[in-house]
């Protein structure tokens, strides 16, 4: 036993060899409450983005554009463009963050500042690291898409009292981006992939997935390919409950395409952390 | 006096394979066990295996081959339980640099599960014994080497470990700072912890080590106390001898039959002999002139290279 220079060595070791390790859920927490530590310092800049954010977007978007959209054509439907494009901005908005958090911040644990090889040397394993990292990421999802939600909101958005279920809805779309892209990340080396994600992965998600404008405008060969996309689906989703379209039977297929992204991102993640962390 | 066996590895090997390319064995087959309150060096060069040795004892890599126990526990099944009671100094610090100093062991204690109030004690008492206290509120970012080393150290005490594993802990630092690390190790020794090590600097091994392996290609070349491997493998003293490089073969074939054993590196020459000053006057005696010339004891350096035939810093 190290004492180190102990008047009181009476402090007891962490474990003696019968005291039994702590579950998965305790042990996940202690890296999430890890992560709590690290964004403590971090938070600000990222509050100030996620407020500016969705205040300038729903003022460019919504009301500049918005005007020349609703004067002209209009939309189908009559739906004010405020109000349509609220809710897949939204949506986009809990893919965007998800992007941000899985990316740098899961190869930098493993490349630059080393704090994953740091836990595994504890009693963490890396099933514990990246859901503790996870639960973190999904936390801070839930406050900048609650954040959007509001200013949404405060621009009288919400068509429906089932509108509120817009702001889970959106944290599941991140969800269902994030948890696969940390099972990818996790296995690169370098940061040069990344930017091909982001520009040909995340970008055209942002603009072809009828976030600012109705999917039905595309050619119907690129329908398919809408459907496929889990923005698609969590735009969708928003979308229709904060206008009150929404129906059981499309929220549901909706809800379980992206639940089944997340849950398979987290099932694959399980074992890519594992095998990087434990070569 | 030796105590109760904490690791155990019979034929313990790891062979990496990745697609495409050939497997590669890192070890390959050891046999080595280390025993509480000793501290246990791994001497070689750099790809010797000694790394991926230690990963394996820190339970963060699965052996391919042979058999491994450390508190006689299996690592990969029961690697949370066996990490709880080790200290890691990995190679790279990982410190989170952005952090301060203190809270570097606070998020530390917090994932071996320890309250409030004892990471607060032995914070204070570990900052202290790696004489960082009165850094304690500053950030890590501008700490030098040495003192980033230091605070690993202290990181990696927070648990009170029963076995502490560093991976080249001075490789890296100027002379000075690896003094001041050394006398931390050398006081931890003292207080009957068990210190693992692997190092490719022969002094240091000396200085720290009860017993050590020698590792070249994944294997052990040889086990033992360094004075005992020093016996064994070399002679009392080495006469270092320097000749006009062009000079240095036709001076090394005169020189043949004063010592035991002799060996030409690219810049000197090495003779082994029990009594280094008596093989110079016999070099002398020969007709040869050396530009320098210099008796010392035999160190490790010596053995590896008698083992080996190389040299443990290329």
Known sequence: MTAIDSPNAAVPAAHSIDAPIPGALRLSYRQFRYWVTYTRRTWRGGLLSAILGPALYLTAMGIGLGTLVDRGSGLPGGVRYLDFVAPGVLAANGMQNAFGLSTYSVLGSVKWFGNYWAAVNTPQRPEDVVTG??????????????????????????????????????????????????????????????????????????????????????????????????????????????????????????????????????????????????? | MPGEVLIEARELSKQFTKKGAPPFTAVAGVDFEVRRGEVFGFLGPNGAGKSTTMRMIGCVSPSTGGSLRIFGLDPMADGPAIRARLGVVPQEDTLDTEMLVRDNLHVYGRYFGLPRPVIRERTERLLEFVQLSDRAGDKVEPLSGGMKRRLTIARSLINEPEILILDEPTTGLDPQARHVVWDRLYRLKQQGTTLILTTHYMDEAEQLCDRLVVMDKGRIAAEGAPHELIESYSTREVLELRFPLDEQEQAAEKAAGIAERVEVLPDRLLLYADDGDAALQAVRGRGLEPITALVRRSTLEDVFLTLTGRTLVD
């Open chain 1, 133 to 279: 990292h996870a639960a973190l990421s999904l936390v801070w999802i839930s406050g900048v898409t609650g954040i959007f939600f509001a200013f949404m909101a405060g621009f009288g958005t919400l068509h429906s009292p089932l509108g509120i279920l817009a702001w889970p809805a959106s944290v599941l779309t991140g969800a269902a981006f994030m948890l696969p892209i940390m099972s990818y990340v996790i296995t690169l080396d370098s940061d040069q992939p990344l930017n091909t994600l982001f520009r040909f992965v995340m970008t055209p998600l942002f603009l072809f997935s009828g976030t600012f404008f109705p999917w039905q405008q595309l050619p119907g060969w690129a329908h398919p390919i809408a459907y496929a996309t889990p923005l698609w689906h969590g735009v969708e989703l928003c979308r229709s409950l904060t206008l009150g379209t929404a129906t059981w039977a499309g929220s549901l297929v909706h809800v379980a395409y992206l639940l089944a992204f997340a849950l398979g991102g987290y099932a694959v993640a399980r074992i890519t952390y594992r095998r990087r962390l434990y070569r």
